[in-house]
């Protein structure tokens, strides 16, 4: 169901002038809980280590969703990892698979508002959108089952449960 205009320039929302473009980067994240694989204080899993950066999707492994996502995005995932942890009923270690497009995309049309020096937009970035949703189906099941496959043996198998997906521009 879309909204109405009225109803977007009741929200606060303004048409786009015609002589503004918006340029945003794209950028998906999902985290997976890693189960088969088991990390102590003695030996935990180190992020860098075991990180893989590419020009789309790259990706790591950790016990720390916030300090994967500091390698991956320079930034963290959530505001309080423990809070996180418990309201995602979640354990470590996890890995994170982030997708993104090394290019800017650009919106021309639909409704801007500016909010907490943040420039929110409706019916802006649709295709950005949809492609960055492409690209992570395919590139993430790839490096999940590529994962799995390789960290899993007949006695232990390594599985990848409950992606926690954070999309948007970056």
């Not at 048409?15 to 088969?36: C, H, K, M, W």
């Not at 492409?134 to 960290?151: F, I, P």
Request: with cysteine; hydrophobic share 40%; glycine share 4%.
């Amino acid at each position: 169901m879309s909204l109405t205009n009225y109803a977007l320039e009741k929200m606060g929302f303004e048409l786009i002038p015609p002589d503004v473009t918006i340029e945003a980067n794209f950028r998906s994240l999902n985290v997976y809980e890693v189960q088969g694989i088991v990390s102590d204080k003695k030996s935990p899993l180190d992020p860098a280590a075991l990180m893989r950066k590419d020009i789309e999707v790259s990706f790591s492994l950790g016990d720390s969703v916030n300090e994967i996502c500091r390698l991956l995005t320079d930034d963290d995932f959530a505001d309080d990892e423990d809070k996180w942890r418990s309201e995602s009923k979640s354990t470590p270690p996890y890995l994170i698979v982030l997708s993104e497009f090394p290019e800017k995309a650009i919106c021309s049309h639909g409704y801007w508002q500016h909010a907490n020096d943040e420039i929110v937009t409706h019916d802006c970035f649709t295709e950005a959108k949809e492609a960055l949703q492409k690209l992570e189906n395919q590139k993430t099941a790839v490096v999940v089952a590529a994962l799995s496959a390789l960290l899993s043996n007949d006695q232990k198998p390594v599985v990848f449960a409950g992606s926690r997906n954070g999309v948007g521009p970056s």
